[in-house]
T-cell receptor, first 112, second 114 residues
Framework: GENVEQHPSTLSVQEGDSAVIKCTYSDSASNYFPWYKQELGKRPQLIIDIRSNVGEKKDQRIAVTLNKTAKHFSLHITETQPEDSAVYFCAARTSSASKIIFGSGTRLSIRP | DTGVSQDPRHKITKRGQNVTFRCDPISEHNRLYWYRQTLGQGPEFLTYFQNEAQLEKSRLLSDRFSAERPKGSFSTLEIQRTEQGDSAMYLC????????????FGAGTRLSVL
């Protein structure tokens, strides 16, 4: 069935360094890949997304890359700041209407 | 707050009781989704509506679970004869079929079954 694997489950980086989170998906029909950030006790919030016709997308300190052949996609956060500490979820969707399949999350901690 | 709202935010119940949660989507959104999230995991899809029609249900949604969206606006999720394994955060999301169809999440209802 549809599955999204996410690694690592926890990540600790020094403030100012970069953080990379990697995901793989199983359904080759997936065509939309959002990333959500969830702070403790709060709702998941979309931070960036990428569609299958694009290989890379950047928004300030956040970038996402997609390799459709390998069914891999990654989140890159540069110049990390304390407010980047949260749980990050990758996800995949196969059509414009269908459910989102989420990864299991990465708890990112930024060390001062 | 004009985002997705959920009520109640917390619910404590005894095993065997019925509970009902409500979700109010963003007003112009015609799609509404229910997810369940347990500690340390990503949200898992439960069911999805387009307007008032329930178009997809997960195998996770046992016979004890029922969802409705009678007027195509707010939705309710009912769990009958609750079990301890039902304890989780129940998240609602909404999206519009026009544009980018981004799903926006509510803050969730945390259910604890004692």
């Amino acid at each position: 069935g549809e599955n999204v694997e996410q690694h690592p489950s926890t990540l600790s980086v020094q403030e100012g360094d970069s953080a990379v989170i990697k995901c793989t998906y199983s359904d080759s029909a997936s065509n939309y890949f959002p990333w959500y950030k969830q702070e403790l006790g709060k709702r998941p919030q979309l931070i960036i997304d990428i569609r299958s016709n694009v290989g890379e997308k950047k928004d300030q300190r956040i970038a996402v890359t997609l390799n459709k052949t390998a069914k891999h996609f990654s989140l890159h956060i540069t110049e990390t700041q304390p407010e980047d500490s949260a749980v990050y979820f990758c996800a995949a969707r196969t059509s414009s209407a269908s459910k989102i399949i989420f990864g299991s999350g990465t708890r990112l901690s930024i060390r001062p | 707050d004009t985002g997705v709202s959920q009520d109640p935010r917390h619910k404590i119940t005894k095993r065997g009781q019925n509970v009902t949660f409500r979700c109010d989507p963003i007003s112009e959104h015609n799609r509404l989704y229910w997810y369940r999230q347990t500690l340390g995991q990503g949200p898992e899809f439960l069911t999805y509506f387009q307007n008032e029609a329930q178009l997809e249900k997960s195998r996770l949604l046992s016979d004890r679970f029922s969802a409705e969206r009678p007027k195509g606006s707010f939705s309710t999720l009912e769990i009958q004869r609750t079990e301890q394994g039902d304890s989780a955060m129940y998240l609602c999301a909404s999206s519009s079929s026009t544009g980018r169809n981004i799903q926006y999440f509510g803050a969730g209802t945390r259910l604890s079954v004692l």
